[in-house]
């Protein structure tokens, strides 16, 4: 049963007010189920994108595993080695945000900048194979960046649909059942109270009539 809210006086004018507050708490709830969806539907969106990338990532790993695995079988290990101690590449992510409901959702995005490695590499120390390693973990960073930001989107959308969900859920089950109940009870206060009043005027009316009947 709803918890009847606190109520100063009983009157007309409180009755007012909280009939207008049960409208307003009806209005907000619509908001809130309506953002709530928005959010549910954006979360089961990035879960499917990030089931996608996370099996394209897994795939791509494998690749550049394999590719890995053929050149440092043709250069050898000391070679490959050589080659992992250089900097390759100056990583430079940038940042942004989308907002979605009023979620602010990160967005990550790799620039493109130069191959310090490839300037600095010999001509002879290189091969298709060891470009073609590189061309691989380059495609896997990208993705593992484009999984981060799914992920965080994940993560920040799971908790305000948990916050949502939370203020729909007071507003359905306390607020404006609450609100309800007490209306409804200075509803059948004035009720009572009017045909009290009723009652007395008739009384108080028979008794003129009768005083009357008795002065003639």
């Given at each position: 049963m709803a918890t009847k809210v606190q109520v100063t006086r009983p009157t007309k004018i409180e009755l007012a007010r909280l009939k207008r507050r049960l409208k307003?708490?009806?209005?907000?709830?619509?908001?809130?189920?309506?953002?709530?969806?928005?959010?549910?539907?954006?979360?089961?969106?990035?879960?499917?994108?990030?089931?996608?990338?996370?099996?394209?990532?897994?795939?791509?790993?494998?690749?550049?595993?394999?590719?890995?695995?053929?050149?440092?079988?043709?250069h050898g290990d000391f070679q490959i080695e050589k080659e992992l101690l250089v900097p390759g590449r100056i990583i430079e992510i940038t940042a942004g945000i989308r907002n979605v409901a009023g979620v602010r959702i990160p967005?990550?995005?790799?620039?493109?900048?130069?191959?310090?490695?490839?300037?600095?590499?010999?001509?002879?120390?290189?091969?298709?194979?060891?470009?073609?390693?590189?061309?691989?973990?380059?495609?896997?960073?990208?993705?593992?960046?484009?999984?981060?930001?799914?992920?965080?989107?994940?993560?920040?959308?799971?908790?305000?649909?948990?916050?949502?969900?939370?203020?729909?859920?007071a507003l359905e089950y306390i607020v404006i059942p609450g609100l309800g109940e007490t209306i409804k009870y200075l509803n059948m206060k004035f009720e009572e109270r009017d045909r009290e009043e009723v009652a007395r005027l008739k009384h108080v009316k028979l008794l003129i009539e009768k005083r009357e009947a008795f002065a003639y």
């Amino acid at each position: 049963m709803a918890t009847k809210v606190q109520v100063t006086r009983p009157t007309k004018i409180e009755l007012a007010r909280l009939k207008r507050r049960l409208k307003l708490a009806t209005r907000i709830q619509k908001i809130v189920k309506d953002r709530l969806s928005i959010l549910v539907m954006e979360f089961l969106q990035t879960v499917k994108e990030c089931a996608v990338v996370k099996e394209r990532l897994l795939a791509e790993y494998a690749e550049a595993y394999k590719a890995l695995s053929i050149a440092t079988g043709y250069h050898g290990d000391f070679q490959i080695e050589k080659e992992l101690l250089v900097p390759g590449r100056i990583i430079e992510i940038t940042a942004g945000i989308r907002n979605v409901a009023g979620v602010r959702i990160p967005l990550f995005e790799i620039e493109k900048t130069e191959h310090v490695h490839a300037r600095q590499r010999p001509m002879t120390d290189t091969s298709s194979l060891l470009d073609k390693s590189t061309e691989l973990a380059q495609r896997c960073l990208a993705t593992t960046v484009e999984l981060a930001e799914l992920e965080s989107a994940l993560e920040l959308l799971g908790a305000e649909i948990n916050k949502v969900k939370r203020i729909n859920n007071a507003l359905e089950y306390i607020v404006i059942p609450g609100l309800g109940e007490t209306i409804k009870y200075l509803n059948m206060k004035f009720e009572e109270r009017d045909r009290e009043e009723v009652a007395r005027l008739k009384h108080v009316k028979l008794l003129i009539e009768k005083r009357e009947a008795f002065a003639y």
